[in-house]
């Protein structure tokens, strides 16, 4: 089983190292729109429909990076005093009591949704612009990614040490 999981874990680091790089045209589109809208007239809103699935995919997958990383906002007034296995303990009953839970609630609840504005490769609804489909799976994407992160975090080793 442990061979698995760091299996998975790579792959999961692969897919974060790779998804990073979605802030550069994200952050290209959101600039250019106002040029678009000031002096060419036109094109701004497609700048911004490119934005939002890129951003939305963005996000689900740093998500997930901040989690691995333990970068998430946190109550470490009383936290920072407890021993590392104990944090390691806390940070396992919230993957099981948790995130486990609400990522297969959203993937079971989301999936018929998600599933017909795939099929249908839905569109923006105010500009008919295509890939909105994208934004609804990059939903179901950070529910995925919080539920494989999840079962990561659960059967992780403890550092060396802290027994």
Request: aromatic share 14%; with cysteine.
């Amino acid at each position: 089983m442990t061979r698995w999981l760091q299996y998975v874990d790579r792959i999961v680091l692969v897919l974060v190292a790779a998804a990073r790089w979605l802030v550069l045209p994200v952050s290209f589109l959101l600039f250019v729109q106002w040029p678009l809208r000031d002096i060419v007239h036109d094109y701004s809103v497609q700048a911004n429909d490119l934005a939002q699935w890129q951003f939305a995919l963005y996000v689900s997958v740093a998500l997930t990076f901040t989690t691995r990383e333990r970068a998430h906002l946190a109550a470490d007034t009383l936290a920072h005093r407890f021993s590392p296995t104990t944090r390691l303990w806390i940070a396992r009953i919230g993957a099981l009591l948790c995130m486990a839970p609400w990522s297969l609630f959203i993937l079971i609840v989301a999936a018929p949704w998600v599933w017909q504005s795939v099929s249908g490769l839905e569109r923006y609804a105010d500009t008919f612009d295509p890939l909105y489909f994208l934004v609804k799976i990059a939903m179901w994407l950070l529910a995925l990614l919080t539920l494989v992160q999840a079962t990561l975090d659960l059967f992780r080793p403890a550092p060396p040490g802290s027994a």
